[in-house]
């Protein structure tokens, strides 16, 4: 090898040297923030209306509660939760990020109107049980409640529910009802009305955990557990297609329409709730 070669790799060689612990210092500002995770915005609507199904953001590993009911918080740093028919005014959300800087977010809940309905042809019995038929009543219904308590860490709930059936919608989330002249609670979910027979498809995926072909007010009935707190219901059945444990994927038949329980003619009522607050499936559909 000639000198002048040797010459000029010994001044490469002492240059890279003197350059190697700037492209270090390079390499580390380069590879500092993208090791570092950006910081996750606590983002929610500013409003809402009454009957909604609420889902907001936060710092993953977050402490959240709302209603004085802590939330539970994906991997992701989603949380989800429901506002009454009844809610007025702001709701407030609690946040404390993993930094323990806490924080409150306030959501501003609009009224809507809802009107009142007059249901006449309802078998008496079913508007004014006797004793024996009420108490039934009361134990099917403590069934369902406790069914809605479950709390299952699955994320269906931020799918796009699809309608379970396609029809008129026969009844809305939210009016007052009134049966055969004698008030009752307002409407719980949404009616669409179809032909007995007609396939009920899952809107979003989840766990089935309730499932009874003859209660005495909701006839064929079925839940899903959407996670987090978040469950559809599906009333007046004729036939059942799903058990209690079942896994679900959206789409799937779980049912009939039919018109048992206290029904006047078929039709699927589909109910919505978070834990033990109602709220409205067509609002979940528009979302």
Do not use: C
């Amino acid at each position: 090898m000639s000198l002048d070669v040797m010459s000029s790799m010994t001044g490469l060689r002492r240059a890279l040297s003197r350059l190697l612990p700037a492209l270090m210092m390079v390499s580390a500002f380069v590879a500092g923030p993208a090791a570092a995770e950006t910081p996750v915005p606590i983002v929610f609507p500013e409003q809402v209306q009454q009957g909604s199904m609420v889902i907001g953001r936060v710092p993953p590993g977050s402490q959240v509660t709302h209603a004085g009911r802590t939330l539970g918080v994906t991997d992701y740093g989603t949380v989800v939760f429901g506002i009454g028919r009844e809610a007025e005014g702001e709701s407030r959300v609690e946040i404390t990020p993993p930094d323990g800087q806490s924080r409150t977010v306030g959501i501003r809940v609009t009224s809507r109107d809802f009107p009142v309905e007059r249901i006449d042809g309802v078998p008496p019995k079913t508007v004014s049980p006797p004793p024996e038929i009420a108490e039934r009543i009361r134990r099917e219904q403590a069934g369902v409640s406790q069914a809605r308590t479950r709390d299952e860490r699955i994320t269906d709930f931020t799918e796009d529910f699809i309608w379970p059936v396609k029809g008129r919608i026969s009844g809305r989330f939210g009016n007052q009802r009134v049966y055969n002249g004698t008030p009752g609670s307002a409407h719980s979910g949404m009616d669409i009305a179809v032909p007995t027979g007609t396939p009920v498809k899952a809107p979003a995926g989840g766990i089935v955990t309730f499932a009874n072909p003859d209660l005495y007010l909701t006839g064929g009935t079925v839940l899903i557990d959407h996670g987090y707190g978040i469950s559809s219901n599906f009333l007046h059945l004729s036939k059942l297609d799903v058990k209690v444990g079942d896994r679900v994927a959206q789409g799937d038949v779980i049912g009939e329409v039919g018109a048992t329980g206290r029904a006047t003619g078929p039709h699927l009522h589909w109910g919505m709730n978070w834990f033990d607050t109602r709220i409205d499936p067509l609002l979940v559909l528009k979302r």
